[in-house]
């Protein structure tokens, strides 16, 4: 999953990411026997447009540049079904969606969140949720589902930083 992390591999070929996401998603529906519609699937590829999270009225927008009857419902729609099967994370803090790299299992992931430039990066780091877990279990608590959002700065903001 070498492209799931923008912000180590330099210039990456973001096309790539892309097509494996869109090819992925395909393959995933298919064996679900679940429709990729051509909708779900264009939403797909705009929150894809980027490894910054996407809100649902951008994708709206796009959509409606395109011509395309697409009222708020339906985005909402296309947008839960690819919650549902995975292929995207709703980052809470922003109100707004990210590509998942790896929607074959469900995961609790962590996102770090550059608050300069919005780029978006999934960790998936099993000590963070057993930590949380045991924490939570401690005082009685079941963890059924984990948010961890952190924010800061990627490389490449940081760099812009300490040059001012
Ligand atoms: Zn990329
Ligand atoms: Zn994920
Ligand atoms: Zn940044």
């Given at each position: 999953?070498?492209?799931?992390?923008?912000?180590?591999?330099?210039?990456?070929?973001?096309?790539?990411?892309?097509?494996?996401?869109?090819?992925?998603?395909?393959?995933?529906?298919?064996?679900?026997?679940?429709?990729?519609?051509?909708?779900?699937?264009?939403?797909?590829?705009?929150?894809?447009?980027?490894?910054?999270?996407?809100?649902?009225?951008?994708?709206?927008?796009?959509?409606?540049?395109?011509?395309?009857?697409?009222?708020?419902?339906?985005?909402?729609?296309?947008?839960?079904?690819?919650?549902?099967?995975?292929?995207?994370?709703?980052?809470?803090?922003?109100?707004?969606?990210?590509?998942?790299?790896?929607?074959?299992?469900?995961h609790?992931?962590?996102?770090?969140?550059?608050?300069?430039?919005?780029?978006?990066?999934?960790?998936?780091?099993?000590?963070?949720?057993?930590?949380?877990?045991?924490?939570?279990?401690?005082?009685?608590?079941?963890?059924?589902?984990q948010?961890?959002?952190?924010?800061?700065?990627?490389?490449?903001?940081?760099?812009?930083?300490?040059a001012?």
């Open positions: 999953m070498d492209n799931a992390i923008p912000f180590l591999a330099e210039p990456h070929d973001h096309q790539r990411c892309i097509d494996t996401a869109l090819d992925g998603a395909a393959a995933l529906c298919a064996r679900r026997g679940v429709k990729l519609t051509a909708l779900r699937r264009r939403v797909l590829e705009l929150i894809w447009g980027s490894h910054q999270p996407t809100g649902a009225y951008a994708i709206l927008d796009a959509l409606r540049a395109e011509h395309r009857k697409a009222a708020p419902p339906t985005v909402y729609r296309a947008l839960e079904f690819l919650h549902a099967h995975g292929l995207v994370h709703r980052i809470e803090s922003l109100n707004a969606y990210i590509g998942c790299v790896q929607p074959d299992h469900p609790a992931g962590q996102f770090l969140i550059c608050q300069d430039c919005g780029a978006t990066v999934e960790l998936q780091d099993e000590e963070i949720i057993s930590a949380v877990g045991r924490s939570a279990s401690r005082l009685g608590f079941r963890a059924l589902r948010t961890v959002e952190i924010t800061g700065l990627c490389p490449d903001c940081r760099k812009n930083d300490e001012c």
